[in-house]
T-cell receptor, first 113, second 119 residues
Framework: AQTVTQSQPEMSVQEAETVTLSCTYD???????LFWYKQPPSRQMILVIR??????QNATENRFSVNFQKAAKSFSLKISDSQLGDAAMYFC??????????FGTGTSLTVIP | GAVVSQHPSRVICKSGTSVKIECRSL??????MFWYRQFPKQSLMLMAT?????????EQGVEKDKFLINHASLTLSTLTVTSAHPEDSSFYIC???????????????FGAGTRLSVL
């Protein structure tokens, strides 16, 4: 069965610093997708970044980048130059090419001014 | 682009009444929509997968007769909580996936959620 594990329930970072959120997953599939979603206090889920498993190159979106280690089944999110608006719950998610979509338990990120 | 509208954002109802929640993809077609339930400070729990023109696929433990899902068009799915009780109080979130989107395929775009309170 596919599972997504986020081992850090809470993290904090000083404004302008860098923080890395961890995510591991379990799958027997070779073709799949990985995501990081952000849920701020408004509770609107926002896509941060997406990675396709067949691509070796790590995805980046401005200050957000991932470290995708396929063999280790690891998919961490790095936030550079952290801003107050980055404070939110971050969910790692895994999806197959079908309809299956699995979320991790989330990491609550606090940004300290 | 890729906006999903969910309505209402907040609803308070009496026990025993039914509540309908709408999920619309505003600028894209969505063959598949998803309905989630989220408890405070917890992750999203998938309730059902809604496919346009066919019956929804419910996750184990989700009562089909209590949570009625209709996906009558490529841009609209509805969730009806029938005979709601206080234990149904929760935050419900819908999402939609593009029918075809090239590089954007398989991304779930989320509505803003509905907070249901059953008195």
């Amino acid at each position: 069965a596919q599972t997504v594990t986020q081992s850090q329930p809470e993290m904090s970072v000083q404004e302008a610093e860098t923080v890395t959120l961890s995510c591991t997953y379990d799958t027997s599939e070779s073709d799949y997708y990985l995501f990081w979603y952000k849920q701020p206090p408004s509770r609107q889920m926002i896509l941060v970044i997406r990675q396709e498993a067949y691509k070796q190159q790590n995805a980046t979106e401005n200050r957000f980048s991932v470290n995708f280690q396929k063999a280790a089944k690891s998919f961490s999110l790095k936030i550079s130059d952290s801003q107050l608006g980055d404070a939110a719950m971050y969910f790692c998610a895994y999806s197959t090419t079908g309809n299956q979509f699995y979320f991790g338990t989330g990491t609550s990120l606090t940004v300290i001014p | 682009g890729a906006v999903v509208s969910q309505h209402p954002s907040r609803v308070i109802c009496k026990s025993g009444t039914s509540v309908k929640i709408e999920c619309r993809s505003l600028d894209f077609q969505a063959t598949t929509m998803f309905w989630y339930r989220q408890f405070p400070k917890q992750s999203l729990m998938l309730m059902a997968t809604s496919n346009e023109g066919s019956k929804a696929t419910y996750e184990q433990g989700v009562e089909k007769d209590k949570f009625l899902i209709n996906h009558a068009s490529l841009t609209l799915s509805t969730l009806t909580v029938t005979s709601a009780h206080p234990e149904d109080s929760s935050f419900y979130i819908c999402s939609a996936r593009m029918t075809s989107g090239g590089a954007l395929w398989n991304i779930q775009y989320f509505g803003a959620g509905t907070r249901l309170s059953v008195l």
